[in-house]
């Protein structure tokens, strides 16, 4: 059985998502597609709307057939840590390819500039520090060092949010010496960042959590945008939970954390980097919401993704030490979900997966997986009574979902 | 001008406290009453039914001349502590005499405990260390050592919660070459912590606490028990932020922070003794209430009042270091209000004072005003929104109350 892997974060599963499923199906000549997602938690720094079990059940009835969790370790880090962790654990499930969506579209322009930048790295370095120095933030300092190399027309155009991803999974195979090969599908409409509806089936994710939280969680204005799997999940887990997440249902808790917390020993905290405690300190004591905080707390040098994973990790009281790796790469596979196509792919190839499968937690003493569960545990603090208790007890009594298909 | 301390919480000022005023203020021929009251949070490991800023204007307007605050470093300790930080703050501001209200009501016998207990230190200890071994909790291993030494009737009854801080505060006055000399009088009906109302005008501060939060805050039914300006000022206080505090209020917080923090990290805590951490954690996970995981994590080895105290270190964050002093004796005066009489005295006196007076605070590095800050604004975070932001700025920038009298 041929397997193609995806990276992602379904947040909400959409009707582009199911477009590129299709589209790497094909282009892999696959008979599996293996997703590996974030958790609860994600790149943006920011909860998923709904769990990451809600989330697995719908992606796995919208036509993905396994579900890996991409570890917090990788899931909240910058475009390179959450690439390596991802490619290291399609590789370990034995994926032949890896399909990823891009503004280019051409495989071969990321290997192209791949090269470039190899070959040009020192020079590269040296604009990219210049441009830090000005002010800019990382990415942008990145895009505009990137743009001083005159690099050719060929290549992809690096400010583009899923080029950058693209360009740093084809980087972490290479280092990872991984025998997965890239293809990628150009994305069908839709802006990775749009706020707004742009066509009449294909919306951006975060246009349709936008449009969820602007109307109070009204959902038929996104139906268009989702598959009816998507629009049943969503609507259970308002009932089932009361609530969809955001960062303004963990606000009082992270002011909480923030009043309660020493300048000093805020700066254990991973990414919270020099100078950035005082001011994440005294902005919060003014703030009513979280983004009055994010607002007040913004400046040129630091991009609002970069914030919020740093308030993230003061949330979770993720300290510097527990981000450390050796190596960048996974250290299990969490199975969240499979449909029984899946299945019987997991049971064929299970001696031939390089990493321990991780169907059900125990008690554990690796690093990566303490760490999601305890995302995992403040992630449930969002909600409270039934619908807290319901969700702390899943990461540890949930077995994987298994959809009929 | 001559004033007596009383050393209070006021949790709240009731019908019994404006007694033992009266009585102090007789006993003592004193023109002035000082009460160093606990701030926000109390020695039992909880937070003040109402903030600080009003049960000082309460005890002002029914018969206190002065305020001052007691620091979180003494107010959240065991007798001895409380006691050491309370006396210095009286024996600082002036007293010529110290009243309190006991059970035994004779101050000789008190004086007779104390050096009774002196004379038999080596035999008491050993008592009291085979109690502990036992299993029994510190204060009940006391007690029965007391009992074991075969004390004279004349001595005082040291299980009685009263006559523990009374003698405290006698020890406390030697201990420190106090030159305050010490009275007692007898409290009237009413037990420490009697949940029932025993009298028509008389009732515990326990009592009206139970009576307020089981009638969902209903105010009539406690009106009988305290001074109209104790009624009108919960009243005012229930309009202005809407809730009175209790520990339930906190307990999303406490589990937030229990759920975000690896048991070692625990251990850093003051009064988190060795083991304490993963029945704490474990016993929170479980709960869904504070009663519920109280009563989960209770043992005969600790009391109530001993593990209360640590989960309110937990919320503030106190740790081991922030709680140690070279010498227990408060390092000033922070006046939260005074009568026109109470300024007169305070005038007269200012040069003779002898810790600094704080009326207000900017930016400071004495390590306990920042425990009292830092403590303030964890009690602000159990409320939200507007009362949250009132309670908030209250810390810096309200003026010491000033009541004409």
């Not at 791949?114 to 370095?125: A, G, V």
């Not at 190596?327 to 196509?341: D, F, P, Q, V």
Request: with cysteine; aromatic share 10%.
């Amino acid at each position: 059985m041929n397997a193609v892997g995806v990276i992602v974060e379904y947040n909400p599963f959409h009707n582009g998502h199911a477009f590129h499923i299709e589209e790497a199906r094909k282009a892999a000549n696959a008979d599996i597609v293996i997703a590996v997602m974030s958790g609860n938690f994600l790149q943006r720094g920011e909860p998923a709307l709904v769990s990451k079990w809600k989330r697995t059940e719908m992606a796995l009835k919208a036509g993905v057939d396994i579900v890996f969790e991409l570890p917090y370790v990788f899931a909240t880090q910058q475009a390179n840590t959450f690439a390596s962790g991802a490619v290291s654990i399609l590789e370990a499930a034995g994926c032949r390819f890896l399909c990823f969506g891009s503004e280019s579209g051409q495989i071969d322009s990321f290997y192209e500039t791949l090269s470039f930048l190899k070959n040009n790295d020192s020079r590269y370095q040296q604009q990219v520090k210049l441009h830090l120095e000005k002010g800019n933030s990382y990415p942008k300092a990145s895009s505009l060092a990137f743009h001083d190399l005159h690099p050719d027309k060929n290549m992809i155009d690096l400010s583009k949010p899923n080029n950058i991803l693209g360009y740093q999974y084809i980087k972490a195979a290479k280092e990872q010496n991984a025998s997965i090969e890239a293809l990628t599908v150009t994305r069908k409409n839709a802006d990775y960042h749009d706020p707004h509806f742009a066509s009449e089936s294909i919306a951006s994710a975060t246009s349709i959590r936008k449009a969820l939280f602007s109307l109070n969680g009204q959902l038929e204005s996104v139906q268009q945008y989702v598959p009816e799997s998507t629009y049943e999940g969503l609507i259970e887990y308002k009932e089932q939970y009361g609530l969809f997440h955001d960062w303004e249902l963990y606000w009082p808790l992270l002011k909480f954390r923030l009043v309660q917390t020493a300048p000093e020993q805020l700066k254990s905290i991973y990414e919270v980097e020099e100078g950035l405690e005082n001011r994440i300190l005294s902005a919060s004591l003014e703030s009513e919401s979280f983004q009055q905080f994010m607002e007040r707390l913004k400046t040129k040098r630091y991009t609002w993704t970069r914030l919020q994973r740093a308030c993230l990790h003061i949330l979770t009281n993720t300290l510097k030490e527990e981000m450390s790796m050796e190596e960048e790469k996974a250290s299990y596979l969490r199975l969240l979900g499979m449909t029984t196509s899946g299945r019987e792919y997991l049971n064929k190839y299970k001696a031939d997966l390089a990493l321990p499968m991780v169907s059900r937690i125990s008690s554990t003493k690796d690093q990566q997986l303490l760490l999601d569960i305890k995302a995992s545990r403040v992630y449930a603090m969002g909600a409270s009574g039934f619908a807290q208790k319901k969700l702390l007890e899943k990461e540890f009594k949930q077995p994987p979902i298994i959809i009929a298909k």
